[in-house]
C-alpha cells in the first residue's frame, strides 16, 4: 500500500510539472489587459513612460506570436474589453476602434478617471472608477456613464461574472453584486488577504484570485459558498496582472515581467491541488525578532523570500525541523514560499519587527 502511495504522489506531481506556465510571447511593455477575439489575443501595453503605451495583438494559433502594434502614443492605458467588433480600452478617456479597419482609427467616449478594469455584461460595460463602480449601455447613440457601486475605500482592479454576480475586486478583497438589482449593493465575499487583488477569472465554479506583488494565485469555490481561498499555484514567469479563461486555460498578462503566459489544463490543476496535502499548516512566532518556525512540515523543501515589492531577498533549502532565521533581514512584511516534491505549494505572510 505505501508503494502505490508513493506511486499516485509521484505521477499526480508529473502531470502537475507537465501542465503548468507557458509563455506565450515576451518583450512586452507592461501588459496589463487582455481581450480575445477568436484566435486573437489584444493586449494593452501600458509601458513605463507616459504617450508610450499601446494596443497591440497576436494570433494564439502562430507557434512564435509576434506582436502587431494597432495604437500607440497613449497615456498609461490599463484595461480592454471586447464589445461585438470593437476593442473598448482605458486611459484617461475612454475610447474603442474597430478591430477589423485595416488601419484602426480611435474614437473617444467620454473622459473617465483612468480605470484599472472593464468588463461587459450584455450590453453593459462596468468601469472602475477610483472608489466607485459605473456602467455605460454600449448600444446607446450617447452613452452616460452611470454609478452602480460607491463609496468604496480602494479602486476596484479586477471583474469577474458568475451567472448574474459581478465579482470585484479592491485592496486585499474581492466583493460582489447582483447586476440585475436595481440599487445594488456591495456584498463582501473575502478580505484581509495576503496581498492585493489584481486579476480575477471563473472557471468550473471557481473562483481563481491573483495577487501580483506576491505573486499568488488562490482559487475560492463559488458553488458552495466557501470563505477559506485554496492555494493554486506561485507563478514563476510572471505577475498576475490580468486574467483571462479562454478554453481550458488560464491566460495570464504578466505585467512588469513584460510576458502574456499561460497556465494550462486547468481541469488537471485542479484535480491535483485537490489531491494534495499542505507542506505545512503554521509559522510562528509571528511577528518575529529573527528566527520562524514552520510547524508540521513533513519533508525537506526549497523556500524563497519576496518582499511586498516582489523582489526575491533569501532563498535557499528548508530541512523538516521547519527553523527559519530571517535575522539579517529589515524589519517589514515578507512573504515565505515553500515548494516541494510531492507536497501542495503554499506562501505564508511574515512579519519583521
Request: with cysteine; charged share 15%; aromatic share 8%.
Amino acid at each position: 500500500m505505501r508503494n502505490l502511495s508513493t506511486l499516485v504522489a509521484l505521477c499526480l506531481c508529473v502531470v502537475k510539472g507537465i501542465s503548468q506556465e507557458n509563455v506565450i510571447i515576451n518583450g512586452l511593455n507592461n501588459p496589463l489587459g487582455i481581450a480575445v477575439n477568436g484566435d486573437e489575443l489584444f493586449i494593452c501595453e501600458h509601458h513605463t513612460t507616459a504617450s508610450m503605451g499601446s494596443i497591440s495583438k497576436i494570433n494564439l494559433t502562430d507557434a512564435s506570436p509576434v506582436a502587431a502594434q494597432l495604437i500607440t502614443g497613449l497615456t498609461y492605458p490599463r484595461a480592454v474589453a471586447m464589445v461585438g467588433d470593437e476593442l473598448y480600452y482605458a486611459t484617461n478617456y475612454l475610447s474603442k476602434f474597430n478591430i477589423n479597419d485595416a488601419t484602426p482609427t480611435p474614437q473617444q467616449i467620454m473622459p473617465v478617471y483612468p480605470p484599472r478594469a472593464l468588463f461587459l455584461v450584455g450590453n453593459y460595460l462596468y468601469v472602475s472608477g477610483e472608489t466607485s463602480i459605473h456602467r455605460l449601455d454600449v448600444t446607446a447613440s450617447t452613452p452616460v456613464l452611470t454609478t452602480v457601486i460607491s463609496g468604496l475605500t480602494s479602486r476596484t482592479l479586477a471583474f469577474a461574472l458568475d451567472g448574474d454576480e459581478l465579482y470585484f475586486a479592491y485592496s486585499n478583497r474581492v466583493s460582489k453584486f447582483n447586476v440585475t438589482d436595481a440599487n445594488p449593493v456591495e456584498e463582501v465575499v473575502i478580505s484581509n488577504l495576503e496581498g492585493n487583488v489584481y486579476a480575477l477569472a471563473i472557471y468550473d465554479q471557481k473562483l481563481f484570485i491573483g495577487m501580483s506583488l506576491i505573486p499568488k494565485i488562490v482559487t475560492l469555490d463559488v458553488e458552495n459558498g466557501a470563505s477559506q481561498v485554496e492555494f493554486f499555484m506561485t507563478p514563476t514567469v510572471g505577475n498576475t496582472v490580468n486574467f483571462l479563461v479562454i478554453g481550458d486555460d488560464l491566460y495570464v498578462a504578466g505585467g512588469t515581467g513584460n510576458s502574456i503566459y499561460k497556465i494550462e489544463d486547468l481541469p488537471t490543476l485542479l484535480s491535483v491541488e485537490e489531491s494534495q496535502p499542505f507542506m505545512a499548516t503554521k509559522v510562528y512566532p509571528n511577528p518575529t525578532d529573527d528566527i520562524v518556525q514552520l510547524m508540521g512540515l513533513t519533508e525537506s523543501c526549497n523556500y524563497d523570500i519576496v518582499n511586498t515589492l516582489g523582489t526575491k531577498v533569501k532563498q535557499g533549502l528548508l530541512d523538516r525541523n521547519g527553523t527559519l532565521d530571517i535575522n539579517q533581514l529589515s524589519a517589514g512584511i515578507y512573504y515565505l514560499r515553500l515548494k516541494g516534491a510531492s507536497l501542495k505549494a503554499q506562501t505564508f505572510k511574515i512579519v519583521k519587527k
